[in-house]
């Protein structure tokens, strides 16, 4: 059965949603509660004060009253922080596993994603995309889909209110939708499980990858492999030296924890340096070029660090450094330019370098 957006618009489809009244209009977006059913649990729950938090007491509406405190072109509107005079806490006091669904994307306007500051930290705050930022898929939780007010989204701006956010339940399966303290945790537990095997299986992977695709590399010291494939000259590069140096990579990005996934587990995105040393995507027209590096005091990466200080001038060396020594939970954000695919190193992926040096 169809209910009315509170606005007066058409109706609405079965289904659950969310009703988010700014200062700007109306905003509403259809949750996708069978595809991301945790997510949507913990952003029902705080809408709705059904879910034990650190900020309010129950059944206090944990959202309303809170600000757009992040607005950045072309990229998202966030939300979610508890305002000041509201509550002292920053936050519901709790973080729950990554959830993405590969048929999820935030490929265009108007994703309703879960903000986190790496994986699995997800909490409260949550974003709406301004467009396509599909290099966010696999690392964000996509949970939702604006169906009414995009015009609205793209009038906010930084400050601005979120008044309410009504759940809006339409049909006999939103309406059975539970979003309480308990029933949230099993969701939370049962992922936090799978986020334990999705971890034991990439590692897994990663070490067939590798012994399948580059036999000849030998182990070396903090989990790195590397094979020289030409031999350099003289002594060992000494501190302070400055070299010429050029990388071509392959970024092994682990996608089988995402969730309705089919395909091959790891994609393989092919990178190399630019002129600051900062890694760039290769994408058939983009070259890897040389750049001024200083031992020991430039700085790409621990492992890639590492390799250059056990390297010889004139040498090309076969380098893999597991993400731990790369660039770890954190990953890699190049910057945004505008008319192009942002270039971004997943957290926790595997990095294979071809290194020369000069």
């Given amino acids: 059965m169809a209910v009315p957006v509170g606005s007066g618009a058409p109706q609405l489809p079965d289904g659950l949603y969310a009703e988010i009244r700014t200062s700007k209009g109306l905003i509403v977006a259809r949750l996708e509660a069978e595809r991301a059913p945790m997510t949507v649990a913990n952003f029902v729950g705080l809408a709705e004060g059904t879910i034990a938090n650190d900020a309010f007491d129950p059944g206090v509406p944990y959202y309303d009253g809170t600000i757009f405190h992040r607005v950045v072109p072309g990229h998202v509107i966030q939300a979610g922080a508890p305002a000041p005079e509201r509550s002292s806490a920053r936050g519901p006091g709790y973080v729950f596993p990554n959830e993405i669904h590969a048929d999820l994307s935030h490929d265009h306007a108007g994703a309703l994603g879960m903000a986190n500051s790496g994986p699995h930290t997800n909490s409260a705050q949550f974003y709406i995309t301004l467009g396509d930022r599909s290099y966010l898929d696999g690392d964000y939780p996509v949970f939702g889909e604006v169906v009414e007010g995009l015009d609205v989204v793209n009038r906010i701006e930084q400050g601005d209110l979120v008044e309410t956010v009504t759940i809006v339940r339409a049909g006999d399966a939103a309406r059975a939708f539970e979003a309480g303290t308990e029933s949230f945790?099993?969701?939370?537990?049962?992922?936090?499980?799978?986020?334990?095997?999705?971890?034991?299986?990439?590692?897994?992977?990663?070490?067939?990858?590798?012994?399948?695709?580059?036999?000849?590399a030998s182990s070396g010291a903090e989990g790195l492999r590397y094979a020289v494939r030409r031999a350099g000259e003289g002594e060992l590069v000494q501190a302070g030296d400055r070299l010429q140096v050029r990388y071509v990579g392959t970024a092994l990005r682990y996608r089988g924890h995402m969730l309705g996934m089919s395909g091959p587990v790891f994609e393989e995105v092919r990178f190399g340096s630019a002129a600051d040393g900062a890694p760039q995507l290769l994408d058939g027209t983009a070259e890897a070029e040389a750049f001024e590096y200083e031992?020991?005091?430039?700085?790409?990466n621990p492992g890639f660090d590492a390799s250059i200080a056990a390297m010889r001038a004139g040498e090309q060396r076969l380098v893999i450094?597991?993400?731990?020594?790369?660039?770890?939970?954190?990953?890699?954000?190049?910057?945004?330019?505008?008319?192009?695919?942002?270039?971004?190193?997943?957290?926790?992926?595997?990095?294979?370098?071809?290194i020369e040096i000069r």
Avoid: C, W
């Fill in 295 to 300: 031992v020991g005091v430039t700085r790409v």
């Fill in 321 to 354: 450094v597991p993400a731990a020594a790369a660039y770890g939970e954190r990953g890699h954000y190049g910057p945004s330019v505008a008319g192009l695919r942002r270039f971004v190193i997943s957290p926790n992926t595997l990095l294979i370098y071809a």
């Fill in 185 to 216: 945790q099993a969701l939370v537990e049962k992922a936090r499980a799978r986020v334990e095997d999705d971890a034991a299986d990439r590692v897994r992977l990663e070490l067939e990858y590798v012994r399948l695709n580059h036999p000849e």
